[in-house]
């Protein structure tokens, strides 16, 4: 399989992304989809999504004997009708307009948290992180900081093989509406197949990583990409204000 120098570039991005998501437990999405679009806007969202999946199959299946599924079944379910509603506030509410809404509202969530404000871990608060990643996803392409939040005071393994399993059932929702939306072409399997690499050797290095930085909380990580979805997420409501 032959690549051109700017595959190559993406290869790399994807890489380096993966290994950020395979120890914080979000970020790929964040980091990969606005650098592949510069690439070419093919990337994003189908490969994007699919490739961010795929890692989720690897984690899941690598920790399948240690992970509590029951305990993020509750988010699992919810993201549906939150992807829906979000569905619904795409069509009923201009995009940028959510963008601003819900960028606020995620940096208002991680200033709580650096305040020590935080939710416990049980059904209800999972239910409500779900749904509202399913809404968040949906508008803005950003669902996995309400999770993540969630579990900011767990043990990183634990946090990221659950927020793992969560992506795992709820991605193919996402890909499921785009392939309803615009054919298997927006998926862009060729992509994934040449991306598909990328994967690998991220996850790989990822294992080494956790051998040489050994740590056992990924709050900070999951603050600071959480606080960097939400500015991103409010650029494109004021970029996309100013272009109304």
């Not at 634990?158 to 399993?165: F, V």
Request: proline share 5%; aromatic share 10%; glycine share 10%.
């Amino acid at each position: 399989m032959l690549y051109s120098s700017l595959e190559l570039l993406a290869l790399l991005i994807v890489t380096i992304s993966i290994i950020v998501q395979a120890w914080v437990g979000i970020g790929f999405g964040l980091l990969a989809a606005p650098l592949l679009y510069l690439i070419d806007p093919a990337y994003v969202p189908g490969p994007v999504l699919m490739l961010g999946w795929l890692l989720s199959v690897v984690v899941v299946f690598k920790q399948r004997h240690s992970l509590n599924f029951r305990r993020i079944l509750p988010a699992i379910v919810a993201r549906l009708p939150g992807s829906w509603c979000g569905a619904l506030l795409l069509v009923s509410i201009a995009s940028w307009q959510l963008s601003l809404f819900f960028g606020s509202a995620l940096l208002l969530a991680v200033w709580l948290s650096l305040r020590r404000y935080s939710l416990p871990l049980n059904g209800v608060s999972l239910t409500v992180a779900g749904f509202l990643s399913g809404v968040l996803g949906t508008a803005t392409s950003v669902g996995g900081p309400p999770i993540a939040l969630l579990y900011q005071h767990e043990a990183r393994l634990t946090a990221r093989n659950e927020i793992a399993a969560f992506f795992l059932v709820g991605t193919p929702l996402s890909l499921l509406m785009l392939w309803w939306q615009g054919g298997a072409s927006v998926l862009g399997f060729s992509l994934i197949v040449k991306m598909l690499p990328g994967v690998i050797i991220g996850f790989w290095l990822s294992r080494h990583l956790e051998r040489v930085v050994s740590v056992e909380s990924a709050r900070p990580a999951i603050l600071l990409v959480s606080a960097i979805s939400a500015i991103v997420v409010l650029i494109q409501g004021i970029l996309g204000g100013l272009a109304a």
